[in-house]
């Protein structure tokens, strides 16, 4: 069960104790406000705390344009022509704070994204829960042929089935060893910074992620994208709902310019030019390698 009766209990408690304030708020994102989400097997996020809003982002950026700005243009079209032209400070202005449980091997990867602040669970101070990811059988894949960090077709039949027990008797074996590492019971026990160590990649950690919405979008274009690895896929996904309700206008435009948009190079764009002239372009007479082209070419349709 991805939420414990405590953290349910002190969930409900915090929903039902609401407290009036004089600061802006999103009526989308207060609908989410502690309420859990789960994601793969015992994982979940939370929003523990927001602040600021579409509006706060148009705020920001009229101080740097001066005054004016308002007259001649609607909030939403402001942040589609900050988002359309780079333009990062002014979604700087709005923050999120996120209470996230997910496999240890996830949050290796999650943590290479350094522009947020981050508090993760202590197991040197704390005994980790004995819980494990285990993938679904249909999410368990061969390596790719033609990435080298990405899965190919699914295993199946009785390699599956012995993926699926190598992962879960070891996952139950390591714990078992840690629980006897640490025990006290006849003996002293070794040190739970120590004993750590023996756990396996798919025990679920918990920490406090706080990021602005700029860097949040890098974060949801890399990890929301479906190249992106399906265990931090899915996180990222449900946390898309809740940016969604929370900056709309800001998630539109980011949905438009960042994931449903493309970047070219300047070759790229000649090649373009070239074929509305109707010259017959091909990756030979385009100036770009393999593997540009081929990028090139799934833009293009």
């Not at 290796?108 to 994204?113: K, L, M, S, V």
């Amino acid at each position: 069960m991805p939420i414990t009766p405590d953290q349910q209990a002190e969930i409900d408690e915090l929903r039902s104790n609401p407290k009036p304030t004089l600061r802006a708020v999103a009526e989308g994102m207060e609908g989410h406000l502690y309420k859990a989400y789960d994601v793969l097997d015992h994982g979940f996020i939370r929003v523990i705390d927001y602040m600021g809003d579409d509006a706060a982002i148009c705020q920001a950026a009229r101080v740097s344009y001066g005054k004016g700005t308002k007259s001649v243009q609607n909030d939403e079209g402001l942040i589609r022509y900050l988002m359309r032209h780079w333009h990062s400070t002014p979604f700087e202005m709005c923050e999120i704070k996120l209470h996230v449980k997910l496999p240890v091997f996830v949050a290796r990867q999650w943590i290479r994204h350094r522009t947020a602040n981050v508090n993760e669970y202590s197991a040197r101070y704390s005994i980790l829960d004995r819980e494990f990811y285990i993938p679904e059988p249909d999410k368990l894949a061969a390596q790719s042929v033609i990435n080298n960090q990405g899965r190919g077709e699914a295993l199946t039949g009785e390699e599956a089935a012995r993926v699926l027990e190598y992962l879960k008797g070891d996952a139950a074996r390591c714990y078992d060893h840690y629980a006897e590492m640490i025990s006290d019971d006849g003996q002293q026990g070794l040190a739970r910074e120590l004993a750590r160590m023996n756990l396996p990649a798919n025990i679920y950690t918990q920490w406090y992620w706080k990021v602005d919405l700029h860097n949040l979008f890098h974060f949801l274009r890399l990890r929301a994208d479906s190249h992106a690895q399906y265990e931090i896929r899915v996180y990222a996904d449900e946390i898309c709902k809740v940016v969604a309700d929370w900056v709309p206008a800001a998630y539109g435009a980011f949905e438009d310019y960042r994931m449903g948009g493309a970047t070219l190079s300047s070759k790229a764009i000649d090649c373009v030019r070239r074929m509305l002239k109707g010259e017959e372009v091909t990756q030979e007479t385009s100036g770009m390698s393999k593997g540009e082209w081929r990028e090139f070419e799934g833009v293009i349709g």
